[in-house]
């Protein structure tokens, strides 16, 4: 059974930083490429950072550049998110994003998503 399980969301001072984690389990991890996104209230869900599978190629959003770092961990099947002075407008649900394709067959999982607030 596929499950992703993100953690380390929470409550942050403006300027603060934050390290989400993925744990990813019931599928080949290393063969999919892994992103982060987010959606605030309101708002649509929003590509935050990708990663591919063995970690050779990283992409930022522009909104998150030079504040935001992606990484995993294939030996355990994690995904991490390290995000540095948080701003409010960074508030959001995060999810975390598995993706494959092989042989033209699309395979994607989402996690349940963990909550991140930036409030004094």
């Known amino acids: 059974q596929v499950h992703l399980a993100e953690s380390g969301g929470g409550l942050v001072q403006p300027g603060g930083s934050l390290r989400l984690s993925c744990a990813a389990s019931?599928?080949?991890?290393?063969?999919?490429?892994m992103s982060w996104f987010r959606q605030a209230p309101g708002k649509e869900r929003e590509l935050v950072a990708t990663i591919t599978s063995f970690g050779s190629t990283t992409i930022h959003a522009d909104s998150v550049k030079g504040r935001a770092t992606i990484s995993r961990d294939n030996a355990k099947s994690t995904v991490s998110l390290q995000m540095y002075s948080l701003k409010p407008e960074d508030t959001a649900m995060y999810y975390c994003?598995?993706?494959?394709?092989?042989?033209?067959?699309?395979?994607?999982?989402w996690g349940q998503g963990t909550q991140v607030t930036v409030s004094s």
């Open positions: 994003y598995a993706r494959t394709t092989h042989f033209s067959l699309t395979r994607e999982y």
């Open positions: 019931g599928f080949p991890f290393s063969s999919y490429t």
